[in-house]
């Protein structure tokens, strides 16, 4: 029987990336699946791509009446939830000299608040044995410069899923972090003005991971989908590094 036949999950940013890959594989193990993001027109790519048990809602997780509106339908629609991905984010990248109040509450509104309201206003609608996967990045414990303001969300929202191993877990509820390395996704090319640089970001990464090689969505998607089955029923409030050994030696 497939990994998630007949669950309800509810994963935010599934419009590209790791979000996109995640929901993808989700529904091909049985899964109805929500996805949210901010630009309708990616939206309706993802939809066409994922091809059915797919409903998109646009929104952005940084404004909670966004965040009410999706749960709203939701509960409307199915009644309860059985995983959800708190993936949406954003990544600009300054030295700290650089940063500038507005990309600070950019960054911590949607990294840090939207990630935690996206957990906090789904708990009413959790069904027992839910799962809560948190998409958090290995800069949460390797310091790496630009990425100040994005590493001090990342460890900031590992620390939540402490918490909820712990408030959730007697009630058999899991809550568990996904750490990826570098990934191959849009947000490489988005982070510069340049193709070039963005190549250039590609192969410092390459020259020290272990592997070799950057990820792919897939690799981080396959891992989501272990943390949201019952192949992980005893794995609660783990930070699960997904990144070719990067941090880890």
Known sequence: MPALQNKVAVITGGNSGIGLATAKRFVEEG????????????LDKA?????????????????????????????????????????????????TA??????????FDVNARGTFFTVQKALPLLNPAASVIVIGSVVSTKGMSIYSTYSATKAAIRNFVRTWAAELGPKGIR??????GPIETPIIDAQFESK?????????????????????????????LFLASSQSSFINGVDLPVDGGFVSI
């Open 31 to 42: 899964a109805y699946v929500y996805i949210t993001g901010r630009r309708q027109a990616e």
């Open 47 to 95: 939809v066409a791509l994922i091809g059915k048990n797919v409903t998109a809602i646009q929104g952005d997780i940084a404004k909670l009446e966004d965040i009410d509106r999706l749960y709203a339908q939701v509960k409307s629609e199915k009644g309860g939830i059985d995983v959800v991905v708190a993936n949406a984010g954003v990544v600009e990248t300054f030295a």
């Open 98 to 107: 650089d940063v500038t109040p507005e990309h600070y509450d950019k960054t």
């Open 175 to 180: 809550a568990n972090v996904i750490s990826p």
């Open 196 to 224: 070039e640089h963005a190549d250039a970001l590609r192969e410092q990464f390459k020259s020290i991971i272990p592997l070799g090689r950057m990820g792919e969505a897939h690799e981080i998607a396959d891992a989501a």
